[in-house]
């Protein structure tokens, strides 16, 4: 199975981060611009909480943003590595309970930061097919375009993870 499409194969999206759901925000490290030349999306003080699934030295946020790092491939993910992305989701609808803004992301946006963000979803009551026609509407077509992810949405993140422990 392909888990990974080459970054050439996938279009940058047209926008720094979306708004998912009200608070909610997914986005990556770079956008096409509106000059049509890829920009680096930084991001300063526009958000109360950053999640941030791949670290790139000089993309924010401002030193007084918390900002939690969990760097993950975009590809298979072992029981720690899902464990950390049932945390940051837990940890992203907690700020949200608590009217904070939030950001997810990743390198374009549209598989780590949707991982955790469908799995915020549905943890807030949404289905696994809801969270990623929701993501894909807001983000972009190509959000969740990792085949494995998506699996591991239908199967239910925690089912997943002990399945992959007991792999290990």
């Known amino acids: 199975m392909r888990t990974r499409r080459k970054h050439s194969d996938v279009p940058a999206p047209d926008m720094p981060w979306n708004e998912i759901v009200p608070g ?38 401002a030193p007084d943003v918390h900002h939690q ?32 803004r939030v950001l ?27 969270a990623i026609r929701l993501i894909r509407a807001r983000r972009s077509p190509w959000a969740l375009h990792n085949e494995l992810f998506v699996e591991y949405l239908r199967t239910g993140l925690p089912t997943a993870r002990f399945l992959e422990e007991l792999a290990e």
């Open 104 to 130: 997810v992301r990743c390198h374009h946006g549209y598989n780590r930061s949707g991982l955790v963000i469908a799995h915020a979803l549905m943890r807030q009551g949404r289905s696994a097919e809801s």
């Open 24 to 61: 909610l925000w997914m986005g990556g490290h770079e956008f096409t611009g509106r000059s049509g030349h890829l920009e680096f999306a930084v991001v300063q003080d526009e958000f109360d909480l950053v999640q941030t699934l791949l670290r790139l030295p000089g993309h924010g946020p």
């Open 69 to 100: 790092i969990w760097p993950i491939p975009d590809g298979p993910l072992d029981g720690t590595q899902l464990a950390g992305v049932i945390r940051l989701a837990e940890a992203a609808c907690d700020a949200l309970d608590r009217g904070r």
